[in-house]
Protein backbone atom coordinates (compact mmCIF):
# COMPACT_ATOMS: atom_id res chain seq x y z
CA UNK A 1 0.00 0.00 0.00
CA UNK A 2 2.58 2.49 1.00
CA UNK A 3 5.07 1.68 -2.11
CA UNK A 4 1.90 1.85 -4.43
CA UNK A 5 1.02 5.77 -2.55
CA UNK A 6 4.87 6.79 -3.25
CA UNK A 7 5.01 6.10 -6.56
CA UNK A 8 1.66 7.63 -7.67
CA UNK A 9 2.38 10.59 -5.93
CA UNK A 10 5.73 11.17 -6.79
CA UNK A 11 5.24 9.51 -10.68
CA UNK A 12 8.25 6.68 -10.30
CA UNK A 13 7.88 3.46 -12.43
CA UNK A 14 7.17 0.07 -10.56
CA UNK A 15 8.97 -2.97 -11.03
CA UNK A 16 6.17 -5.85 -9.93
CA UNK A 17 5.57 -9.41 -10.06
CA UNK A 18 2.27 -10.27 -11.69
CA UNK A 19 0.84 -13.96 -12.90
CA UNK A 20 4.68 -14.72 -12.90
CA UNK A 21 5.89 -12.69 -15.30
CA UNK A 22 8.39 -9.50 -14.28
CA UNK A 23 6.57 -5.94 -15.70
CA UNK A 24 7.37 -1.88 -15.77
CA UNK A 25 4.55 -0.11 -15.31
CA UNK A 26 3.00 3.52 -14.27
CA UNK A 27 0.92 3.46 -11.95
CA UNK A 28 -2.39 5.60 -12.08
CA UNK A 29 -4.81 4.80 -9.95
CA UNK A 30 -5.05 2.84 -7.12
CA UNK A 31 -8.39 1.70 -5.23
CA UNK A 32 -11.21 -0.30 -4.74
CA UNK A 33 -12.95 -1.67 -7.29
CA UNK A 34 -15.80 -3.56 -7.76
CA UNK A 35 -15.10 -4.83 -3.86
CA UNK A 36 -11.32 -5.44 -5.41
CA UNK A 37 -8.38 -3.06 -4.06
CA UNK A 38 -6.23 -3.00 -7.58
CA UNK A 39 -4.04 -0.77 -9.45
CA UNK A 40 -4.45 0.75 -12.60
CA UNK A 41 -1.59 0.56 -14.26
CA UNK A 42 0.11 1.18 -17.90
CA UNK A 43 2.51 -1.27 -18.73
CA UNK A 44 5.85 -0.45 -20.33
CA UNK A 45 7.04 -3.99 -20.41
CA UNK A 46 6.69 -7.40 -19.62
CA UNK A 47 9.13 -10.38 -19.14
CA UNK A 48 9.28 -12.82 -22.27
CA UNK A 49 6.31 -10.26 -24.26
CA UNK A 50 6.80 -8.08 -27.36
CA UNK A 51 4.29 -6.30 -29.30
CA UNK A 52 0.86 -5.22 -28.36
CA UNK A 53 0.96 -8.13 -25.37
CA UNK A 54 3.95 -6.18 -23.71
CA UNK A 55 2.39 -2.57 -23.47
CA UNK A 56 -1.01 -1.31 -22.40
CA UNK A 57 -3.38 -0.57 -19.89
CA UNK A 58 -3.86 -3.21 -16.98
CA UNK A 59 -6.33 -3.04 -13.90
CA UNK A 60 -4.10 -5.22 -11.63
CA UNK A 61 -5.34 -7.07 -8.58
CA UNK A 62 -3.38 -6.07 -5.54
CA UNK A 63 -3.37 -9.32 -4.15
CA UNK A 64 -2.06 -11.11 -7.19
CA UNK A 65 1.07 -8.13 -6.89
CA UNK A 66 4.47 -9.58 -5.23
CA UNK A 67 8.41 -8.62 -5.66
CA UNK A 68 7.08 -4.77 -6.05
CA UNK A 69 9.95 -1.91 -5.94
CA UNK A 70 9.33 2.04 -6.62
CA UNK A 71 11.85 2.41 -9.25
CA UNK A 72 14.10 5.77 -9.32
CA UNK A 73 12.84 6.63 -13.13
CA UNK A 74 9.68 9.10 -13.51
CA UNK A 75 6.69 9.33 -16.13
CA UNK A 76 5.26 12.10 -17.05
CA UNK A 77 1.75 11.58 -15.32
CA UNK A 78 -1.71 11.52 -16.50
CA UNK A 79 -1.55 9.95 -20.44
CA UNK A 80 -3.92 12.19 -22.88
CA UNK A 81 -6.92 12.24 -22.57
CA UNK A 82 -7.54 9.66 -25.93
CA UNK A 83 -5.66 6.91 -23.72
CA UNK A 84 -7.19 7.63 -20.37
CA UNK A 85 -9.11 4.38 -19.07
CA UNK A 86 -10.56 5.67 -15.83
CA UNK A 87 -12.82 3.03 -14.28
CA UNK A 88 -16.03 3.76 -11.74
CA UNK A 89 -14.31 3.05 -8.19
CA UNK A 90 -15.98 2.19 -5.05
CA UNK A 91 -13.38 4.14 -3.21
CA UNK A 92 -10.47 5.71 -5.25
CA UNK A 93 -7.17 5.94 -3.04
CA UNK A 94 -5.28 8.08 -4.94
CA UNK A 95 -4.86 9.30 -8.63
CA UNK A 96 -1.73 10.45 -10.53
CA UNK A 97 -2.06 13.98 -11.86
Same mark, same amino acid.
Given at each position: ??????????????????? #??????????? #????????????????????????? #????????????????????? #?????????????????????
Amino acid at each position: DEQLRFAIANTRLLRLSYD #GAVRIAEPHDY #GLHRGTTRLLAYQRSKAGAAGEDAV #GWRLLDTTKISDCSVLQATFS #GTRNRGQQHHYVWDALYVRVR
